[in-house]
């Protein structure tokens, strides 16, 4: 790949949001030097800050800026203040679900992967989570989050919609994704209750027929969530609608030992967005001890995005070094632990110099790798 110049609309959000964020920029600022390309990133309000800003979760300048990027890159939204009032009529979580809409994100794309060296800070055992390896596709922009809404004083509803074209989209999406990884493509639905998920499962089996290489599987989605905790091995590729998606992308963060490690993309026909699964997480807000590697791997699925494959291969490399390095915050590493910036650091003069000569672990701690 040659040398190009890309704009990233940087949205650090609440909490923990900023701090990660600065960690997966400073990462993409060393590819770019490394790889000779030219990143221009703007930053923008959203969620909480932008409401007491602005009185907006995604002010039309925030629009504006990640219609006009390539590429948009998301810390974290949500704060407790809204969290525990039921009858707030703003809230930040509105902001990403109508950024979600604007941009027509319509496929939310969720990697799993157990770190052998982690795999003691899972709940689960290790014989039964070591190898899994699942990329989840989640519809994002239908069903029940995006259907009519109603309340009476005693009663409440959300409707639950999808159409053909909808389901058909995210489908070919997953698909192809199986037919380049390991061809099996395992359908969640709730087929024998919900109208919506006989739909799914209709419009799949027709485009099955398109992708004869790929094996098709169909779970009910309460037998899924046992299947994820009993043998996640099983997995490969996960489709699925947008609140089963939503639950059970979660549920799956536990198999690797920490949510702090998993990234997401968030696709459709325009701009895409990259985000860390994991929420704001105030408690830990200005601490040093929130664990940036989903937002940098979050980095590194928007340099894939980019057509930057080499680039993007360089940025997993290195957070395994780390990893196998043991450079990991508080969660991961209780007994000598590194801060936010220490790993976000560690990450991005490692890819500067190669990882063969990473930097010696007193220099790390004295702050001497901060120099991006």
């Not at 809404?149 to 199986?178: N, P, W």
């Not at 997993?316 to 043991?326: F, G, L, T």
Request: aromatic share 6%.
């Amino acid at each position: 790949m040659g040398v190009l110049e890309k704009k990233i609309a940087v949205l650090p959000g609440d909490g923990i949001g900023p701090e990660v964020c600065n960690e997966a920029v400073k990462v993409l600022k060393a590819v770019a030097e490394k790889y000779n390309h030219t990143f221009r990133f703007s930053y923008a309000l959203m969620g909480a800050c932008a409401i007491d800003e602005t009185g907006s979760p995604l002010p039309p300048e925030t629009l504006e800026a990640c219609q006009e990027a390539d590429a948009v890159l998301l810390g974290a939204i949500g704060d407790p203040k809204y969290d525990q009032n039921p009858h707030a009529k703003v809230r930040p979580e509105q902001g990403l679900l109508g950024l979600r809409k604007a941009l027509g994100l319509y496929a939310n794309l969720r990697p799993v992967v157990a770190y052998e060296k982690l795999l003691e800070h899972s709940p689960l055992k290790p014989e039964r989570i070591a190898g899994t390896d699942i990329l989840i596709f989640r519809e994002l922009t239908g069903g029940t989050y995006f259907g009519e809404k109603g309340r009476t004083a005693d009663t409440a509803f959300d409707t639950c919609t999808y159409s053909r074209e909808e389901v058909a989209r995210v489908a070919h999406l997953a698909f192809k994704a199986a037919a380049s990884r390991h061809g099996i493509l395992t359908l969640v639905d709730k087929a024998n209750v919900l109208e919506t998920s006989r739909l799914w499962r209709e419009v799949v089996q027709e485009i099955a027929k398109q992708y004869p290489k790929v094996e098709v599987a169909y779970l009910f989605v309460d037998n899924a969530a046992m299947q994820l905790i009993l043998n996640p091995r099983q997995f490969d590729v996960i489709l699925t609608e947008n609140m089963f998606g939503d639950i059970l992308s979660d549920e799956a963060s536990v198999i690797g030992g920490s949510i702090g490690l998993l990234p997401s993309a968030s696709i459709g026909d325009g701009v895409a967005l990259f985000e860390p699964i994991h929420g704001s997480f105030p408690q830990a807000k200005g601490k040093g001890i929130a664990n940036p590697m989903a937002a940098i791997l979050s980095a590194a699925m928007l340099l894939d995005y980019l057509n930057l494959a080499e680039e993007a291969k360089c940025v997993r490399e290195v957070v395994q070094k780390a990893i196998n390095s043991n450079i990991l915050t508080q969660e991961l590493n209780k007994k000598s632990p590194y801060t936010t910036e220490q790993v976000g650091s560690f990450i991005a003069y490692t890819i500067l110099e190669g990882v063969e000569v990473a930097p010696h672990k007193n220099n790390i701690e004295i702050g001497l790798s901060t120099i991006i």
